[in-house]
């Protein structure tokens, strides 16, 4: 798979795998080992299949709400060194109708690997 350079486009390309319910496409957009950290604690992901796996499992309890765009918004990025950036952001979904879905913060510590972008931790915001 080939990734946008900017963190912008590669959390844009992010979000499109999540919408298209790929816990596998999800996945590779990690490096590993990896790590979530949620309001119920910290998600070790030692691989690729760890990973789908976890992700299979968000995606599963929420198959109908993510068939809709779950657009980047409120997107700030700070450079963290030369090949890393911490980017917060909030990822906001809506219904065809306009019914609110959800809106979650999150803030992914991203690192240039020489061959794009990965995600290095993901802190879910409560």
């Given amino acids: 798979m080939t990734f946008p350079s900017e963190p912008a486009g590669f959390l844009d390309a992010y979000g499109d795998?999540?919408?298209r319910?790929?816990?596998?496409g999800i996945a590779s957009f990690y490096e590993f080992p990896a790590m979530v950290v949620t309001p119920g604690g910290v998600v070790h992901l030692a691989d690729a299949g760890e990973?789908?796996?976890h992700f299979g499992r968000?995606?599963?309890a929420n198959w109908d709400d993510l068939a809709h765009p779950w657009p980047v918004t409120d997107l700030?990025?700070?450079e963290a060194g030369g090949h890393a950036v911490l980017?917060?952001?909030r990822w906001v979904g809506r219904a065809p109708?306009?019914?609110p879905l959800g809106d979650h913060a999150?803030?992914?510590l991203l690192a240039d690997t020489g061959s794009g972008w990965r995600i290095l931790a993901d802190v879910v915001h409560a």
């Fill in 76 to 78: 700030q990025l700070q």
């Fill in 21 to 24: 319910r790929e816990p596998e």
């Fill in 17 to 19: 795998a999540w919408q």
């Fill in 58 to 60: 968000i995606v599963a």
């Fill in 51 to 53: 990973a789908a796996g």
């Fill in 97 to 99: 109708d306009g019914t």
């Fill in 87 to 89: 980017a917060s952001l």
């Fill in 106 to 108: 999150h803030t992914y």
